[in-house]
C-alpha cells in the first residue's frame, strides 16, 4: 500500500512510500481510507516543531474516514462496509483521559493514518453521519471534537450567552456552528473582511477584523456592554490569551485550545481576579465523538471544507495550511 512517511522533517521531506498491507488481529479493524484532513498539529508534526525528537519514520495525520474492509476475531461494534473514522486518541473512550489514551494519539505518538489501509481497535473507531462527503466526515476526529469538547462537554454552552470565537480556521467554525446550535451570541475576529462577511452568513452576529481593530478585546467588551462574553474558545494560545482575559466576563470560561499566536509569557493575573474558570481541551474522548455525532445528524449540519487536495498533493494541502488563507478545514481526497 501507499503511505505518507515523515523520515526528517519539513515539508518538503514528506516522502510517499510502499509499505505491507497490515491485517488486523483480535478485536482489530482494517480499514480502507479515503479522506482525510489536515489539522495545525499535523503541520507541526511535519515540520518538527511538535515533538523534535519524536521517532522516525512516522505516518503523520490524525484524521482520516474510510470503509471498513476487514474485521479480525471477536469484533462487534463494526462490520466490513461501514464508514467509519478513528477516534483522535483511540483508547480514550469515555470520562478523564489518562497516560494510556494519551499515548494513543494518532499522528504524534504512534503511526497516523495518512495511508491507503491503517489497522486500528475497534474500540477506537466511529461510525460517521450518513449525509456527509467522505472529505467533510474526515474533518470531525479532531476539530470538531475539541470544539465540541469545548462548549458542550467542559462548560455547556447555553441559549443567549456569548461566545468569542478567535480565526476562521476548522475549530473556530465548528464552534460557531455548535454554539448557534445552541443558541448563543457569537462574535469572531479575523483579519480578513471577506472572511468575516462568511462568518456572519454562517450565523455570527458580531465580526472583528483584529488587522484594523488591534484591540479587538476593547471591542469585544463594547459589544458586551462592558460585561464581557460568556466563552472564548482560544486557538491563539498566549500570544492572544492576555486579550481573551480581558474580554471574557467574570467568572467566565476559556477552552485554551492552540498555540497559532504564538507567544512566551502570560501574566495569571487577571485569572485569579475574575475567578475565570480558564480549561485545557486536547480534543476529547470517543463518547464525546459519538455525542457530537449525533447532534451534527440531527441537525444536518455540515462541516466547512476549504479545499480538497488528491493524495499525491498533501506537500501542496501543507503548505496551504502554513499560508493561512484557508476558512474551515484542508481536506485529501483518495480520488
Not at 484524521?63 to 462490520?79: I, L, N, S, Y
Not at 489501509?117 to 449525509?131: D, F, K
Not at 467574570?250 to 501574566?267: P, Q, R
Not at 457530537?292 to 494541502?317: C, R, T, W, Y
Request: hydrophobic share 45%.
Amino acid at each position: 500500500m501507499k503511505a505518507y512517511e515523515i523520515q526528517e522533517f519539513g515539508v518538503e521531506n514528506l516522502k510517499l512510500v510502499e509499505r505491507p498491507q497490515p491485517e488486523p488481529g483480535h478485536d482489530e479493524v482494517l480499514i480502507k481510507l479515503r479522506a482525510w484532513s489536515i489539522n495545525f498539529r499535523d503541520l507541526l508534526v511535519v515540520k518538527g516543531h511538535y515533538n523534535p525528537k519524536m521517532p522516525l519514520p512516522r505516518i503523520p495525520f490524525s484524521d482520516g474516514v474510510g470503509e471498513v474492509a476487514a474485521v479480525g476475531a471477536g469484533v462487534t461494534r463494526v462490520k466490513v462496509g461501514d464508514r467509519v473514522a478513528g477516534a483522535f486518541m483511540p483508547k480514550w473512550i469515555a470520562g478523564e483521559p489518562d497516560a494510556l489514551a494519551a499515548g494513543s494519539a494518532l499522528g504524534g505518538e504512534i503511526d497516523g493514518l495518512l495511508a491507503e489501509y491503517a489497522v486500528l481497535g475497534e474500540q477506537g473507531v466511529v461510525h460517521v453521519p450518513g449525509h456527509l462527503s467522505d472529505e467533510e466526515a474526515a474533518t470531525l476526529p479532531c476539530a470538531g471534537v475539541t470544539a465540541w469538547n469545548a462548549l458542550v462537554e467542559q462548560k455547556q454552552v447555553k441559549a443567549g450567552e456569548s461566545v468569542l470565537l478567535l480565526g476562521t480556521g476548522g475549530v473556530s467554525l465548528f464552534a460557531l456552528q455548535f454554539a448557534q446550535l445552541h443558541g448563543a451570541r457569537i462574535i469572531i475576529t479575523s483579519s480578513s473582511d471577506e472572511k468575516l462577511e462568511r462568518a456572519r452568513a454562517m450565523g455570527a452576529h458580531e465580526t472583528i477584523n483584529y488587522k484594523t481593530t488591534p484591540d479587538w478585546e476593547k471591542k469585544v467588551l463594547e459589544l458586551t456592554g462592558r460585561q464581557g462574553v460568556d466563552h472564548v474558545v482560544e486557538v491563539g494560545g498566549v500570544g492572544t490569551l492576555p486579550k481573551s482575559t480581558r474580554a471574557v466576563r467574570l467568572g467566565g470560561h476559556i477552552a485554551l485550545i492552540g498555540v497559532l499566536a504564538g507567544g512566551k509569557d502570560f501574566n495569571p493575573m487577571l485569572v485569579l481576579m475574575k475567578g475565570i474558570n480558564l480549561g485545557g481541551i486536547y480534543v476529547g474522548s470517543r463518547a464525546m465523538f459519538e455525542s457530537m455525532n449525533q447532534a451534527i445528524s440531527l441537525h444536518q449540519a455540515k462541516p466547512v471544507v476549504d479545499k480538497v487536495f488528491g493524495f499525491d498533493e498533501v506537500p501542496a494541502a501543507l503548505k496551504h495550511m502554513e499560508s493561512g488563507a484557508h476558512f474551515g478545514k484542508i481536506a485529501i481526497s483518495a480520488g
